[in-house]
């Protein structure tokens, strides 16, 4: 006789009490099963914190569940590896199925294709069903995305994103958009001008509590030799802190946070960025519920409408689209490599050791703090990896190892896809590629650098600018007969024969020692 009717899995980026999970489930006959494991800890070398935000999370998540009287069976990773039950999900899911003995098990649809599998490859291995839920999580279903999709030529975010304004009724007077125009993208590009930004006050911090301070310990026993640093753990890791953290951004850089989303300064990590993506990716919050609560300040005339439809289109947009993108396209999408890129990540993007002054205090963000703002994320360290030839496989597990708010299904669009342009046309139909000109104009970067950002060779050339004509003219016949980039190549043919063997020289000796620039 079975001793447990059904066993629900919890996965590490589903600590969502609204869950459909939870639909019939039933205390006294079911049971919930949650497990940190060495396998997701080290499958990609994780950032120190980022293991000790899913694991408080998850053990915040566990207490709750059991102050509901929800029985939960928690394996949990200690200091010392010989304590642990087995590698990986799947090993220690198959200790507890012979020991409960359910007669099915159930999950959310998890957030990783590989995770998939590997359930369903020990759901077949135990001879138990499996039964996967939709994740109600999102605006839109997969099959969304997919009914949307099909029969379109390329599919662009800006279609996606009308669509799903003008079907929810965001931002919308009647049929047409609020204030006339679907996106404010012009008035959002405003630089801080040479005396910098006023002061911001940094996001909310979160003293750790006892549960957090154990997590903490056993990372730093555990992982130590992992990158980054723990001593700057502030993030919510439950729901009360991360319905708080939203409350104060918008009331404090809601504001300004469109006209400012692109600028950087020197030594400021999060400026006027909501930083609510490791707990909206988590389920510690839903969409819907951060939408919502900036248009209630739009409403009541405490945000403009250009940072307003900013913020609304990277999660009403963007994140939807991603995700269906991850989804239509797996598992085909992972292997992707439009550019034929086949350089390893650069050392300095492990330790942060690099005299590029943009590229450092960008490293230095993340490092600290597992984070960096969307601008540091695309059009520098991305920009940096996409010009020196970074396999887009290889800064997709790197991007999933150093950020906390890294899922697979949200990270491999955005890095392989929009960073990389690994997947070609796919996600963006032109690569994401400038010179150091573009972080002179958006930062005072270039003011404490040792490089030039208009030179493209010599001892002082930014490595940026010499990478992206060398980038250039790698792939010129790839991008020929892209009209997005006709300006840059007509750049590049102004080029001398002799200074375009300057840059090839220069930006071979990048890669041959990176570790010197």
């Known amino acids: 006789m079975p001793t447990t009717r059904r066993l629900y899995l919890v996965l590490g980026d589903q600590l969502d009490h609204r869950s459909a999970l939870w639909e019939d489930f039933d205390p006294r006959q079911d049971a919930v099963w949650m497990a940190e494991n060495e396998t997701e800890a080290t499958h990609v070398w994780c950032h120190q ?34 304590d642990d039950r087995g590698q990986d999900v799947a090993e220690i899911l198959r200790q507890d199925v012979h020991r409960l003995q359910p ?34 999580h999102f605006y839109a279903s997969v099959d969304d995305f997919k009914d949307w999709a099909q029969g379109r030529n390329s599919l662009l975010l800006e279609t996606w994103y ?11 007077q009647g049929k047409q958009p609020e204030g ?72 404090r850089r809601l504001e300004l946070f469109g006209r400012f989303q692109d600028a950087m300064w020197q030594g400021e990590d999060f400026l006027y960025h909501s930083r609510l993506s490791a707990a909206l990716n988590i389920k510690l919050l839903h969409p819907r519920e951060v939408i919502e609560k900036v248009l209630t300040a739009y409403a009541g005339g405490d945000a ?75 059009m520098v360290l991305g920009l940096f990896a996409l010009l020196y030839g970074v396999h887009p496989r290889k800064f997709h597990e790197w991007h999933m190892a150093m950020y906390a708010d890294a899922i697979d299904w949200v990270s491999l669009p955005n890095a392989l896809g929009m960073s990389q342009h690994g997947a070609g046309g796919i996600v963006g139909t032109k690569p994401y590629c400038a010179t150091g000109n573009y972080i002179h104009k958006m930062s005072n970067h270039c003011d404490r650098c040792r490089y030039q950002y208009k030179q493209a060779t010599g001892e002082q050339a930014c490595p940026m600018t010499t990478l992206y004509y060398d980038f250039l003219d790698r792939h010129r016949d790839t991008f020929k007969d892209n009209q997005r980039m006709a300006f840059q190549l007509k750049n590049l043919q102004r080029k001398s024969a002799d200074e375009l063997k300057q840059i090839r020289a220069r930006a071979h000796a990048i890669r041959q020692h990176p570790e010197r620039y």
Not at 112 to 129: C, F, K, P
Request: hydrophobic content about 40%; charged content about 30%; overall charge neutral.
């Open 49 to 82: 914190l980022r293991l000790a935000f899913f694991f408080s999370a998850m053990r915040h998540f566990r207490d709750e569940l059991r102050a509901k009287g929800h029985p939960v069976h928690y394996h949990a990773l200690t200091a010392r590896r010989s």
């Open 103 to 136: 007669e099915r098990l159930v999950v959310v649809e998890p957030g990783d294709e590989r995770v998939r599998r590997m359930l369903q490859g020990a759901a077949v291995e135990l001879g138990l069903a499996l039964e996967i839920r939709p994740d109600t």
């Open 162 to 172: 009308r669509h799903l304004r003008r079907r929810e009724g965001i931002l919308m």
């Open 180 to 251: 006339g125009d679907w996106n404010y993208d012009a008035d959002n590009r405003a630089t801080f001008g040479r005396e910098g930004p006023e002061y911001i006050k940094p996001p909310r911090q979160f003293t750790p509590d006892a549960t957090t301070r154990e997590v903490l310990e056993m990372v730093a026993q555990r992982f130590g030799d992992h990158p980054g640093r723990l001593d700057h753990f502030h993030l919510p890791v439950n729901r009360e802190q991360a319905l708080q953290a939203l409350r104060e951004f918008v009331d």
């Open 304 to 378: 403009p409408l250009n940072s307003v439809e900013g913020f609304v289109r990277q999660i009403l947009g963007w994140r939807e689209f991603v995700r269906g993108i991850y989804w239509t396209h797996m598992p085909e999408y992972a292997e992707m490599n439009a550019l034929g890129a086949q350089e390893a990540v650069p050392p300095f993007f492990w330790d942060g050791e690099t005299q590029m002054a943009c590229v450092r205090d960008a490293m230095r963000n993340v490092l600290d703090n597992a984070y960096a703002h969307h601008i540091q994320r695309l």
